[in-house]
């Protein structure tokens, strides 16, 4: 679904953000992408989602090659994917429905089944209360489940959230994150870039760690490397 | 479609000034282009007008023989450009003169007045070098002692229609210029403005196509806007005129149409530059 192969990324202005960086996320798997501050997390998100591109190496989503794409096709490619920021990006003047209906107007969406999809989304990320309230009036916690859920508009084969629960206290973080394993648990892969360790913990999904543009830990990897070790005793 | 046009509705509420400011820059450019506009049309209305009436009078010597006379109107009538040449008796000529002058009929002779040829040109050999290439060769005739023709007045018309045309021309494409200037401003505030919303819009997979729309029709609307103020404008002017100075024509449909067509083009083409150059950056 989303393959990284031997991607580096240097920015105009920053130098190298990445550097040889591979990795494969499959169809309906969960992922973190973890690492300090400046390490290139929201840069790998961002490729992902192709608002950037690799200086070298390629990377494809969904069958489609960074390499190749025309701009034109990124677009449709936007619409299979779903992304969620810390900062939610919610326009502010529109309440929780419309935010997410704006998802639909936009794209070709057909118009007689917006309503419908909208109520059934806000009622899935537990909202149906909140339609007509603006962001403003919405908590932290309430406005990135809003956020989930423009995302979701068009059923994403993968969400992308980069740092979803920064700006969230731990009762909201524990809530936010909640809705994203329900997501992944419905067939919807996720790949979070996150700063919390603790969530990072107490679950046991796979944990790629992004060092300096460097991939240094893959859990996938890992075990593989455990279960070649335990299978060919020395 | 109908998001669209809420879109365009919400820009004008959003930025009013800049908005009124377009509309009118695009009423001006049409504006000082259809007053000069107005002026060619009327006088080349005058034109025809007088064109129609432009004849050739040839004045023929006395004693001429009525068989040479004759023969040359045969011959005139057959030149290409002429639509048809007449005889005027001495007698006829009284006649005439007695009943445009009234009250001094009593005073003409017909020997005061000379027997002559009038010539009529067909349409479009009217202009002042075929009229004056045809008096030259009527010239010729022997018997023939002055040619007159409007030469002066209708070479003079001729050339306010053209100063008035150049004049309409430039000016409106200056303001044109300036309204496209003041139009690519607008529109890149706008983008600025709404570069959140943009950037949301992209992200969920928004087209630049679509992304661009309202943008453009923003441009149109201002465009067409602008192009009935400056019709209002001209039709205001122009009966000013009317009332005051001389009775004159308005535009016909087709040059209203093109007016406002033109208002929509401009603004189509201001907001289509800077759309163009100011979406990438957001
Ligand atoms: N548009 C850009 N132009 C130049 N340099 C950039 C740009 N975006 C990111 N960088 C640089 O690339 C490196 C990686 O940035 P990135 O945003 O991917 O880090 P991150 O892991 O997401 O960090 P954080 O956890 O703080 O969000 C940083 O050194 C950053 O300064
Ligand atoms: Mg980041």
């Given amino acids: 679904m989303i393959r990284f192969m031997h991607v580096s990324k240097e920015y105009a202005r920053g130098g190298l953000a990445l550097d040889d960086v591979s990795f494969h996320i499959a169809k309906g798997e969960f992922a973190f992408l973890t690492g300090p501050s400046g390490a290139g997390k929201s840069t790998i998100l961002k490729l992902v989602y192709m608002e950037e591109f690799p200086t070298e190496g390629d990377v494809r989503v969904a069958g489609v090659h960074a390499g190749t794409i025309r701009r034109g096709e990124i677009a449709q490619l936007r619409r299979k994917l779903g992304v969620v920021f810390q900062d939610f990006r919610l326009l502010e003047e529109r309440t929780a429905a419309q935010n997410i209906a704006f998802a639909l107007e936009v794209t070709d969406a057909p118009r007689a089944n917006i309503a419908t999809k909208v109520s059934r989304l806000l009622t899935q990320v537990g909202l149906s209360s909140k339609a007509n309230a603006l962001p403003r009036e919405l908590s932290g916690g309430e406005q990135q489940r809003v956020a989930i859920a423009r995302a979701l508009v068009n059923d994403p084969f993968v969400l992308i959230a980069d740092e979803p629960t920064g700006n969230l206290d731990d009762r909201a973080t524990r809530g936010v994150f909640q809705l994203l394993r329900d997501i992944n648990a419905a067939g919807t892969a996720v790949l979070m870039a996150t700063h919390n360790l603790e969530l990072v913990r107490r679950s046991d999904y796979r944990v790629i760690e992004i060092n300096r543009g460097q991939l240094v830990y893959d859990s996938a990897e890992a075990a593989a490397d455990a279960a070649v070790d335990r299978s060919t005793p020395a | ?282």
């Avoid at chain 2, 006088?43 to 064109?51: G, K, P, S, T």
Wanted: hydrophobic share 55%.
């Fill in chain 2, 1 to 282: 479609m109908r998001l669209t046009l809420r879109e365009t509705l919400l820009a004008f509420r959003r930025a009013p000034l800049l908005s009124a400011l377009s509309v009118m820059t695009i009423a001006f450019s049409l504006f000082s282009l259809g007053l000069f506009v107005l002026v060619a049309v009327n006088i080349r209305d005058a034109l025809q007008q007088v064109e129609e009436r432009v004849e050739i009078r040839a004045y023929v010597a006395d004693g001429t023989p009525v068989e040479a006379l004759a023969a040359a109107l045969g011959d005139i009538g057959s030149f290409p450009e002429v639509a048809r040449a007449d005889g005027i008796s001495q007698e006829e000529a009284l006649e005439r003169a007695r009943a445009e002058l009234g009250e001094f009929r009593d005073v003409f002779d017909a020997a005061f007045l000379p027997a002559s040829i009038e010539v009529r040109l067909k349409p479009g050999f009217r202009d002042p070098e075929t009229v004056g290439a045809v008096a030259a060769r009527i010239r010729t005739y022997p018997f023939v002692d002055d040619v007159r023709f409007g030469e002066e007045w209708v070479r003079k018309l001729y050339n306010i229609r053209n100063l008035a045309t150049a004049a309409g021309i430039i000016l409106g494409v200056a303001f044109a210029a300036v309204a496209i200037i003041i139009i690519g401003a607008t529109i890149r505030m706008a983008v600025l403005a709404r570069g959140r919303e943009i950037s949301i819009m992209r992200l969920v997979g928004a087209t630049d196509g679509f992304i661009r729309r309202p943008f453009l029709l923003e441009g149109l609307a201002k465009g067409v806007l602008g192009g009935i103020l400056a019709l209002a404008l001209t039709y205001f002017a122009h009966s000013l005129i009317s009332r005051t100075l001389v009775a004159t024509r308005f535009f016909d449909e087709r040059i209203i149409l093109a007016g406002v067509a033109f208002g929509a083009l401009i603004g189509l083409l201001g907001s289509a530059v800077s759309v163009g150059r100011h979406l990438r950056r957001v």
